[in-house]
């Protein structure tokens, strides 16, 4: 035959375009495979890249599996075209032998196609196999070949069970009767090979072969899922036996799934009694949102809590609450969280708070300072008593080391030291602190050492103690003890004096009555002068030492004034220092004890004298007396330094001082104001306009005399 009829002969232009539509068609289809499948991997992207186990990967899987189909697909539907075009030729050469061309053509166009398809399904990383329904493999992939361990000519014409150790033991739903009349089957496949060493798992898709209408055998695309199944039994374990409540719950609260951890924390049985449960069961307080929900949260993000969850027996319980939003199309669909059981821990911290309030109590009501240093000299601890003992807070030593904190005396360092390295175990030392307000303190520290639970040195412990006032009660009573034994003395001395005296006055009367010479007689003068000088001095220290007489009598002021300034003329004169004292004969007396007054003149002279003598060579004492209805004044005044404005309304508060340590006990002024207020008087001070200070002592007439005479 001829082959030119068939190749002038005219396409159909029918059949041209129905090649056409069908091409279009295949497209299409093809297209709208490839987007579906990139829909279905973006819209399962947000649920499964936050899960464990790399599920992430099925989307990826499923959009690379529909590109390379539709590869396929395509590449078929052109030799399946060709294929048609060269059998059309054939049927419009009926009873026209083809060529050996075309023949060979057709044969290469198959082996072709065969080969594309065998290059498909190796290509897979999923096991694919075709199988009759006797077992018998058909045809397998590379992947099988790979987890047999077998070649692919020694597996296909052999039955599957040759290779098995154990019949497949499947976990999805039907049975072979089933797969014949649905033609199609998905599940799991527990696979146990002769040359493997565990059982293995696949997730397995069947479909029928069918060859007319009779099934001749089945495609099976298996994925291992070993690995996953390991990793999901793992998880389980671990949820089952985790110490910690673990949950998953609704957006509404309603508990999901427990481990059985959770179920013995809240006191139940089961974990269908918690099921049964509605969402706000497990609230401890009145609140009606459900404690374990968020239905007003539209994040996932995690949420750290406490929160107060109701046992089945009422009672409390306190769990740390950590959960996690799940989030499906853009919502929360579930929370999965933990809940660590703190209802003890806060029973303990709340005891801990208690005695920690407490020992802090103890030791602010202590009344000593306490002072804790480490090994390193450094302050740990410091009561809040040292505000009331120097004036300043404990934040002021915190952290520093013993010699870096301000004006810390040597005695203290000293005795940290010593008790620090073990010299003593228990030590103690007077010192000096200074206050914030610039006076100064003696202090009593007592250390010890503080010990770890090991008992190992481990710091000091020093108590301080104000003992201010106890050494200057002692110095006072010492004082007080030296002017008796004086007064004793100079009373025995008086006593002894008056004696030789009376004999010098009275030779100097005879002496001067009998002499004539006027020379003689003006000598003999002056000797009796001086002799009655001395006599009157011995006088006033035998009223300054005569113990004081119970009770008052009337007192002339203006002569008690006079002894006492004779009395302390001695210091004044080898000071540099003038007395002005001008007598008021006419004052009124007074109803006092004469003993007391006495010691408060002679006060306000020494205190005006020790002013004068520590900052100028030489001054003056002033003492003016005066009157008005119902009293009498005295006031003295020296050309002394004066009194400084923030000192003035201290001076007469007992033990306050300006003097240097050991120069004054700071009672002087103090007992002045007693004795003066106990005569119903007063003693006020300020500063002289030109400096200097002004002490004035105010004394009643009418009503101390009426009140000391009752």
Same mark, same amino acid.
């Given at each position: 035959?001829?082959d ?6 005219p396409e159909?232009?029918g059949k041209?375009?129905?090649d ?8 299409w289809?093809?297209g709208?495979?490839v987007l579906?499948a990139?829909a279905?991997?973006a ?5 499964l ?5 790399k ?5 990826? %899987?499923l ?5 390379l189909?539709a590869?396929?697909?395509f ?6 075209t060709?294929?048609?075009q060269i059998?059309r030729?054939?049927?419009d050469?009926?009873?026209?032998t ?7 053509q ?8 065969q080969?594309?398809f065998k290059?498909?399904i190796d290509?897979?990383?999923d096991?694919?196999?075709?199988i009759?329904l006797?077992g ?5 992939n590379?992947?099988v070949t790979?987890?047999?361990g077998?070649p692919?000519?020694?597996?296909v014409?052999?039955k ?9 033991r499947a976990?999805g739903t039907?049975?072979l009767?089933?797969?014949l009349?649905r033609r199609?089957?998905t599940?799991v ?13 696949y997730?397995?898709?069947v479909?029928a ?13 298996a994925?291992?899922?070993? %690995? ?5 039994r793992r998880?389980?374990q671990?949820?089952e036996?985790?110490?910690e ?7 509404e609260g309603?508990?999901?799934d427990?481990?059985p951890a959770l179920?013995?924390?809240?006191g139940y049985?089961s974990?269908d ?6 969402p706000?069961?497990l609230?401890?307080d009145?609140?009606p949102e ?6 007003g949260s539209?994040?996932g993000s995690?949420r750290?809590?406490?929160?107060r969850l109701?046992r089945?027996d009422?009672?409390?319980a306190?769990?740390?609450?950590s959960?996690t939003?799940v ?8 929370y999965?969280?933990?809940l660590v059981d703190?209802?003890e821990?806060?029973?303990m911290?709340?005891q801990l708070?208690?005695?920690e309030e407490?020992?802090?109590h103890?030791l602010?009501?202590f009344p000593?300072?306490?002072?804790v240093?480490?090994?390193?000299e450094?302050?740990t601890?410091?009561?809040a ?9 404990p934040?002021?030593?915190m952290g ?5 904190a301000?004006?810390?005396?040597s005695e203290?360092?000293?005795?940290y030291?010593?008790v620090?390295?073990?010299k003593?175990a228990?030590a103690?030392c007077?010192y000096?602190a200074?206050?914030?307000?610039g006076?100064w303190?003696t202090?009593?520290?007592?250390a010890s ?10 710091g000091?412990?020093?108590s301080?103690r104000d003992i ?8 006072q009573?010492?004082?007080?003890e030296?002017l008796a ?8 001395f008086?006593h002894e004096l008056?004696?030789?005296l009376?004999?010098?006055l009275?030779?100097?009367?005879l002496?001067?009555?009998s ?6 007689r003006?000598q003999?003068?002056?000797?009796h002068?001086?002799a009655r000088?001395?006599?009157?001095i011995?006088?006033?220290l035998q ?6 007489a119970p009770g008052r009598?009337q007192?002339n002021?203006?002569?008690l004034i006079?002894?006492?300034v004779h009395?302390?003329a001695y210091?004044?004169r080898k ?10 004969p006419a004052?009124p007396a007074?109803i006092a004890?004469?003993?007391q007054l006495m ?22 004492i002033r003492v003016?007396m %005066?009157r008005n209805?119902?009293a009498?004044w005295i006031?003295f005044?020296d050309?002394g330094p004066?009194?400084?404005p923030?000192?003035?309304?201290h001076i007469?508060?007992?033990f306050f001082?300006?003097?240097r340590?050991?120069r004054?006990?700071g009672?002087?002024l103090s007992?002045c104001k007693t004795v003066?207020r106990?005569h119903?008087g007063?003693?006020?001070?300020a ?7 002004i002490?004035t002592?105010t004394?009643?007439v ?8 009752k």
């Open positions: 035959m001829s030119e009829g068939s190749t002038n002969r159909d232009p041209s375009g129905l056409r539509e069908e091409n279009r068609l295949w497209r289809a093809l709208l495979l579906l990139t279905v991997a819209l399962s992207w947000e649920q890249k936050d899960l464990p186990y599920l992430w990967a099925i989307p990826v %899987g959009f690379v599996l529909s590109v189909f590869s396929y697909a590449g078929r539907k052109r030799e399946v060709e294929l048609k059998l030729g054939f049927q050469r009926t009873g026209v083809p060529s050996e061309e075309q023949l060979d057709l044969s290469q166009m198959i082996a072709r196609s080969r594309n290059e498909l290509s897979l990383d096991a694919a196999l075709a009759s006797d018998t493999l058909r045809t397998v590379r992947r790979e987890v047999l077998i692919y000519s020694q597996l014409g052999h599957l069970e040759e290779f098995l150790a154990a019949p497949l976990e039907g049975t009767a089933r797969f009349e199609h089957w599940g496949v527990q696979v146990e090979l002769k040359n493997g060493t565990r059982s293995q798992y997730d397995c898709v479909n072969i069918v060859k007319g209408d009779e099934i001749a055998g089945a495609s099976v695309l994925r291992d899922v070993t %690995g996953h199944r390991d990793k999901e998880f389980t671990l949820f036996s985790l110490q409540g673990v949950y998953i719950s609704t957006p309603k508990l999901l427990v481990n179920v013995a924390m809240l049985s974990k009694e918690l099921f049964s449960l509605p706000e069961g609230n401890a009145s609140d459900p404690v374990l929900g968020r239905t539209h994040s995690t750290t809590r406490e929160v109701k089945k009422g009672s409390l306190v769990c740390v609450d959960s939003g989030m499906d199309a853009g919502r929360i669909v579930r999965q969280g933990t703190v209802t821990k806060r029973a911290e709340r708070r208690r005695q407490f020992r802090r103890l602010e009501s000593d300072l306490i002072l240093l480490d090994l390193q450094q302050y601890f410091v009561s008593r040292i505000r009331d003992l120097l004036g300043y807070g934040e002021q030593l520093k080391k013993i010699e870096e301000k004006d810390t005396s203290l360092v000293n005795l030291r010593t620090a390295n073990g003593n228990l103690s007077e000096g200074q206050h914030q307000d006076s303190r202090m009593l520290g007592m050492p503080l010990l770890d639970a090991e008992g190992r040195r481990a000091v412990i020093i301080v201010t006032v106890e050494k200057k009660l002692e110095q009573i010492i004082q007080s030296r034994a004086m007064g004793q003395m100079i009373g025995g008086a008056n004696n030789p009376t004999s010098i009275g030779m100097a009367d002496l001067q009555e002499e004539t010479s006027e020379s003689a003006k003999i003068g002056i000797l002068q001086q000088r001395a006599a009157e011995v006088q006033n009223f300054f030492a005569r113990p004081p009598s007192v002021l203006s002569e006079q002894r006492t009395l302390q210091p004044l000071s540099n220092i003038t007395v002005d004292f001008l007598l008021e004052m007074v004890d004469p003993n010691q408060v003149f002679l006060n306000l002279l020494l205190n005006a004298e020790q002013a004068i003598r520590e900052n100028r060579e030489k001054g003056t003016r %005066g209805d119902d009498v006031v005044q050309d004066g009194i400084t923030e000192n003035l309304p007469f508060d007992p001082t300006t003097k340590p050991g004054g006990t009672l002087g007992i003066l106990e119903g007063n003693i006020e001070a500063t002289a306009p030109g400096g200097g200070a002490f002592i004394l009643p009418g009503t101390g005399a009426e009140s000391a005479t």
